[in-house]
């Protein structure tokens, strides 16, 4: 049986500053920091075979925490675009306050809670989907048919693409599944990655 942890990052800058980030490349806050370390201590009894992570520092930070804290830095990292946040276009950077001041709360929910209206220039959580999910299939999930145990630090929406995909959910139910930050998330699966076990830690 394997086990996959998923941790979504820290809290960043723009999270404690309220403000649309997407691929910006923002850091860990300070408290963003000490939720990294803090899901490291909670790992520390786990062994991983590899590591995946996003493109973007404040993922990869996480990670790093964690696997100092756990005591787990040799092991193999494979950074990759594909499980980067979802991309909000011309959102990126703004207050969310002032983002629904200009467009109207509605429509901003719309943007953020829909699973298939993308903000302008952006992305969906569908279109997210269509990346993080081919990958998954392509470089994750072969190893952990093969009984290898794996942690993927990344962000909000390509997690719940990740989550939709494993816990077998509609759009509708991913949209309401909240990941917090800094939060390990364990699965234990079988060889046909059916879930045996699925909880935060």
Known sequence: MAQ????????SQWNLEN???GWVDVPLSEKGV???????????DFRFDEAFTSDLQRAQHTLAYILE???QTNIPITKNQALNERMYGDLQGLDKADT???YGDEQVHIWRRSYDVAPPAGESLKDTAARVIPYLEAEIVPKLKAGKNI???AHGNSLRALVMYLEKMTPEQILKFEI???????????ADLNIQKADYL
Do not use: M
């Open 34 to 44: 000490a939720e990294a370390k803090a899901a490291g201590q909670k790992l520390k």
């Open 69 to 71: 804290a756990s005591e």
């Open 100 to 102: 629904a001041a200009k």
């Open 151 to 153: 942690i993927i630090a």
């Open 180 to 190: 917090p930050t800094g939060s390990p998330r364990l699965y234990e699966l079988d």
């Open 4 to 11: 996959l942890i998923i941790v979504r990052h820290g809290q």
């Open 19 to 21: 403000r649309f980030t």
